[in-house]
Nanobody, 126 residues
C-alpha cells in the first residue's frame, strides 16, 4: 500500500522556522519526483516546491523562493521542506505528493501528482 506521511507542522511566530518531513512507503519513491503543495482555508491547493527524482533539480513558487528549501534524504524515500522567515500568509495545510511517473524532473502542476499525503497544518502568527 502506497503511503505518504507528513510531519513537522505546528504553530510558529512570524520570522520563525519549521522543517516538514514526508516519509514515503510502499513504493520505490526514490525514482519519483516529489513536491510540496499547500492549501489555505477557502483557497485552492497551490504549488510550493518540487525536487527531481535524483534530487539535483529543484523549483519553487515565487512566494517562497529564497525562504524555503526542498531536499531529499539519503534513501530518497524521504523529502523535507525547510521553511525559514515564515510569514502569516504561509499559514496553510501542507501536502507532499509523488509524481505519477518515474524519473521526472518535478512539476508545479497538481494534475501530474498521483499520490498525496494527509497534510500537516502550519500556522504562522503575526
Amino acid at each position: 500500500q502506497v503511503q505518504l506521511v507528513e510531519s513537522g507542522g505546528g504553530l510558529v511566530q512570524a520570522g520563525g522556522s519549521l522543517r516538514l518531513s514526508c516519509a514515503a512507503s510502499g513504493r520505490i519513491f526514490s525514482s519519483y519526483a516529489m513536491g510540496w503543495f499547500r492549501q489555505a482555508p477557502g483557497q485552492e491547493r497551490e504549488f510550493v516546491a518540487t525536487i527531481s527524482w535524483r534530487g539535483t533539480v529543484t523549483n519553487y513558487a515565487d512566494s517562497v523562493k529564497d525562504r524555503f528549501t526542498i531536499s531529499r534524504g539519503n534513501a530518497k524515500n524521504t523529502v523535507y521542506l525547510q521553511m525559514n522567515s515564515l510569514k502569516p500568509e504561509d499559514t496553510a495545510v501542507y501536502y507532499c505528493a509523488a509524481e505519477n511517473r518515474p524519473y521526472g524532473m518535478g512539476s508545479s502542476s497538481l494534475g501530474l501528482y498521483e499520490y498525496w499525503g494527509q497534510g500537516t497544518q502550519v500556522t504562522v502568527s503575526s
